[in-house]
């Protein structure tokens, strides 16, 4: 075998290499390009409800978000009205999915989306400092005239220890 016929099977062989493998990295890619929450909206969020609801608590996970309606009691959840957990999606299903939006707007917002069986509910969220503490700060949407801002806290031993009924 001659010098080139050498350069030229080294040369091969080496082709053969990049296109095997890089045959395998769009599996490798598409999984690692699947969408999640942002890690600075994961927590679980508190806020002490109006009337006899007791407290609402937003549990957010990468895939996940949980939105119920309870009391803290012994250091446990008990919840008072229905419990939906929701799985991010690319698009909205009744009762199953949520959708989130890739990109924050010039206010720092992500646009969270969700849709039961009889109202599409749009919600901006962000992670806020707020007198140098914490919050999940949440704006929802009703119509186009009216809005609701609720803070959300982060569920701490002193919130899970406290006795509320």
Same mark, same amino acid.
């Given at each position: 075998?001659?010098r080139l016929?050498?350069?030229?099977?080294?040369?091969?062989?080496?082709?053969?290499?990049?296109?095997?493998?890089?045959?395998?990295?769009?599996?490798?890619?598409?999984?690692?390009?699947?969408?999640?929450? %942002?890690?600075?909206?994961?927590?679980?969020?508190?806020?002490?409800?109006?009337?006899?609801?007791?407290?609402?608590?937003?549990?957010?996970?990468?895939?996940? @978000?949980?939105?119920?309606?309870?009391?803290?009691?012994?250091?446990?959840?008990?919840?008072?009205?229905?419990?939906?957990?929701?799985?991010?999606?690319k698009k909205?299903?009744?009762?199953?999915?949520?959708?989130?939006?890739?990109?924050?707007?010039?206010?720092? @917002?992500?646009?969270?989306?969700?849709?039961?069986? @009889?109202?599409? @509910?749009?919600?901006?969220?962000?992670?806020?400092?707020?007198?140098?503490?914490?919050?999940?700060?949440?704006?929802?949407?009703?119509?186009?005239?009216?809005?609701r801002t609720?803070?959300?806290? %982060?569920?701490?031993?002193?919130?899970?220890?406290?006795?509320?009924?």
């Open positions: 075998m001659t016929h050498k350069q030229l099977l080294h040369a091969g062989l080496a082709l053969m290499t990049v296109a095997t493998v890089g045959a395998a990295i769009p599996g490798a890619t598409a999984n690692a390009a699947t969408r999640t929450v %942002p890690q600075s909206l994961r927590n679980t969020w508190f806020a002490w409800g109006k009337g006899d609801g007791g407290a609402n608590r937003v549990k957010i996970t990468a895939k996940t @978000y949980t939105n119920t309606l309870g009391v803290y009691q012994h250091g446990k959840w008990r919840v008072n009205s229905e419990k939906h957990t929701l799985k991010l999606g909205l299903k009744k009762n199953k999915t949520f959708t989130l939006s890739k990109k924050a707007d010039r206010n720092g @917002y992500r646009t969270l989306t969700t849709l039961d069986q @009889y109202n599409k @509910y749009v919600m901006k969220v962000k992670r806020v400092k707020v007198h140098n503490k914490t919050k999940l700060k949440m704006i929802t949407k009703f119509s186009d005239n009216s809005k609720d803070m959300f806290f %982060p569920v701490t031993k002193k919130i899970v220890n406290t006795y509320m009924d």
